[in-house]
């Protein structure tokens, strides 16, 4: 049985200095947070290189793993193609396994990284906030929808 998947981001925890930085976590069974429900980082970055990560995954042979690394912290997701649809979830810390988080459908990963980067991206255009950052993830985004 899959797991279920989503990454919320908290768009009124946003701070913009140079760069954009909130609450972000990824959240298994409607109740697991990894890192933490409070985690802060910088979203734009971080769901830029998820969403490129995610990408790479769709065409990954099995047994492929790609890593969904947090900018804040020596922790990560590390992400194992298990079957042509679904992916196995690992929370790393340190370089080491900490908790086997679940196995959730591709296709719920990509909608989940989609939906969080359109709100993370209707709240930097509320704000005006611009950086090359913003527009590498709007196209990142872009280009994952196509798939």
């Known amino acids: 049985m899959l797991n279920h998947i989503s990454i919320e981001l908290d768009v009124h925890s946003l701070i913009?200095?140079?760069q954009i930085v909130g609450n972000i976590?990824?959240?298994?069974?409607?109740?697991d947070y990894f890192p933490g429900q409070?985690?802060?980082d910088f979203v734009v970055i971080v769901l830029h290189w998820w969403v490129d990560n995610c990408r790479a995954l769709l065409f990954a042979p099995l047994r492929e793993t790609?890593?969904?690394q947090f900018m804040d912290g020596p922790i990560q997701i590390a992400a194992k193609k298990?079957?042509?649809t679904d992916v196995e979830l690992t929370f790393v810390e340190e370089?080491?396994?900490k908790t086997l988080m679940g196995t959730v459908s591709l296709?719920?990963?990509k909608d989940a990284l989609i939906k969080a980067s359109h709100q993370l991206l209707n709240a930097v255009d509320r704000n005006g906030w611009k950086n090359e950052e913003i527009e590498q993830l709007r196209y990142a985004v872009k280009t994952l929808r196509t798939y």
């Open 38 to 40: 409070d985690w802060s």
């Open 82 to 84: 298990v079957t042509a």
């Open 25 to 31: 976590a990824v959240v298994i069974d409607f109740h």
């Open 95 to 97: 370089g080491h396994p």
């Open 66 to 68: 790609y890593s969904f």
């Open 16 to 18: 913009y200095s140079n």
């Open 107 to 109: 296709e719920e990963l």
